[in-house]
């Protein structure tokens, strides 16, 4: 829904799970871009839903610190936490209700 309804804006989509979001917002905050969103905001744990989106400055500058510290919390965190998640097949409805949590989670 995000990369849908946002238009200007410059978006990645990833075909991936939570854990691989952080890991690609990792990597970006590495060549200089700036955390802007908590990875783990909301209270969707990581593995219950298949929507993640995590907001990054497009401007490079020096190395974002506390990003970084954030992101990696976060890895560790989805890593701990979708140990144990098997993963699920959801309806279209019921990835619609994920898509318009994402969503509001960002936008309100």
Known sequence: M?????SGQSIEFHDTDCLGICRAVRDKI????????HPLSGSVKPGETPYKTIIVTTEKGALDAQGLFIIEESIQTC??????VKKKEWSVEILADFQLIDYSLIFG
């Open 2 to 6: 995000v990369r849908d309804k946002v």
């Open 30 to 37: 590495h060549l200089g871009h700036g955390l802007v969103t």
């Open 79 to 84: 890593v701990k936490l979708m140990s144990s």
